[in-house]
């Protein structure tokens, strides 16, 4: 029988499972329909070695409920970072890293034939050029190991840069990984080379770090690399609603990749990218995506480029609309009140979050932001939070002021007093 191992080798799986189970805490074993009930268990045997004391059990009628349970202002390092540190390997993987680098540190650089006839004669193994040609370029790609072409032979070296030189030869470095490590995007980056070099951060915590984005950092690099190189992307999108109804196919996208957008309340990322199919710009949540994969390079994307900065100073955050291209947009004002003597505060603030809108002085205590958006839904969420100061509501669609009207008036009958005076 077939035991539990530390080990993983798909990486998405893991991510899902931990996101589904131990971020929202919503999900119970018999909810567990992938697989079979031992892989649930294999999982959260796997989580709970990471996770520590930051486990929390929730028993109820449906039954126990298991999920990371984490202050993240208390806390130097994030524990989600664990994930990344366990990977599978084989025993040639273990041979090679100790082998190659012990041939290699005398600083002088070899052609593959000549590794692979010391390592048999030296060492007495026995490896395919192929599997030690593959392990060499998944060094290069690392940077621990040069490649460099003497005639027509390549020739490998180990890299002279490491992280203790940089941090003995500059003042305050470490200090800067310390911080790094805990920040929003790759901060493994950081707490991977903290490991390295057996420090721990005991400066900086971050009262809110939205830690649960770090399991999407995996999908990033591929994403940047593909805006760098003007490539398509293909990846499958998932979202909560379908996997609860049972669909666990996802949805297939083939897009030209644009910008990665994060918010600022949340923390939650998004793609912002280009649908050949539809003619249209969309956003995918970075956590309802899997496996990105480069495609084939975009011979017209610094048109589609254009396109797109013409469309984004028209999103008020991260929602296209229907609008295909460069589409009309939803011209809307919204005035607000404000004591210029007494709240200086709020006018700050109007300037501060404008985004892509416009701010003006238009009467006695009377400010008004004019917008020419995509999606005035999202303009309307954000002004709710005005709630009491807003004094009148122009443009946009009719749908989006009466459901302004009636969420007012439901507040009304709630918290007005009149029907429940007696509540306080």
């Known amino acids: 029988m077939a035991g539990f191992s530390e080990l993983i080798k798909n990486f998405d799986k893991t991510r899902d499972y931990v996101r589904d189970f131990f ?5 119970v074993r018999s909810d567990f329909d992938r697989k079979s009930v031992r892989t649930y268990g294999d999982e959260k045997r796997r989580v709970e070695s990471w996770m520590g004391d930051y486990m929390r059990y929730d028993d109820s009628v449906r039954g126990r409920s298991v999920s990371i349970s984490v202050d993240s202002g208390h806390i130097p390092e994030n524990p989600l970072y664990n994930a990344y540190y366990s990977k599978s390997f084989t025993d040639n993987d273990i041979k090679l890293h100790f082998l190659l680098t012990d041939i290699l540190q005398d600083g002088k650089s070899r052609t593959l034939r000549e590794l692979n006839d010391t390592l048999n004669s030296e060492y007495e193994q026995l490896f395919d050029d192929q599997t030690v040609r593959n392990k060499l370029r998944e060094y290069v790609d690392e940077g621990m190991i040069i490649a460099e072409k003497q005639g027509k032979t390549l020739c490998y070296s180990l890299s002279s840069d490491t992280a203790d030189d940089f941090i003995n030869s500059f003042r305050g470095l470490d200090d800067a990984l310390k911080f790094f490590s805990e920040t929003q995007h790759f901060g493994i980056i950081g707490n991977s080379i903290l490991k390295m070099r057996r420090l721990k951060n005991d400066l900086f915590f ?30 499958r999108t998932f979202s909560a609603k379908r996997l609860k109804e049972g669909d666990l196919s996802g949805t297939e996208n083939n897009v030209i990749p644009m910008q990665i957008l994060v918010s600022v309340q949340t923390g939650r990322r998004y793609l912002a990218a280009y649908i050949p199919g539809l003619k249209r710009f969309s956003a995918f949540r970075l956590d309802y995506m899997k496996t990105v994969k480069k495609g084939d390079i975009c011979e017209n994307y610094d048109a589609v480029r254009a396109k797109f900065s013409r469309n984004i100073s028209h999103c008020f955050g991260v929602s296209f609309g229907m609008r295909k291209e460069t589409g009309t947009v939803t011209p809307m004002k919204i005035t607000f009140f404000a004591d210029e003597e007494k709240e200086g505060y709020i006018i700050e603030r109007l300037e501060r979050e404008k985004r892509c809108c416009s701010v003006e002085k238009t009467g ?5 932001l004019t917008a020419d958006v995509f999606d005035p839904n999202e303009l309307m969420h954000w002004a709710k939070t005005f709630i009491g100061r807003i004094a009148r509501i122009e443009g946009g669609t009719d749908t989006v002021r009466q459901r302004f009207y009636n969420d007012v008036s439901r507040m009304q009958k709630m918290y007005g007093g009149d029907e429940d005076e007696h509540i306080q």
């Open 206 to 235: 971050i009262k809110h770090n939205y830690i649960i984005h770090t399991l999407e950092d995996i999908l990033i690099p591929d994403i940047l690399s593909a805006m760098d190189e003007k490539r398509c992307v293909c990846f």
């Open 364 to 368: 006695e205590h009377l400010y008004t």
């Open 23 to 27: 971020i929202y805490g919503c999900k």
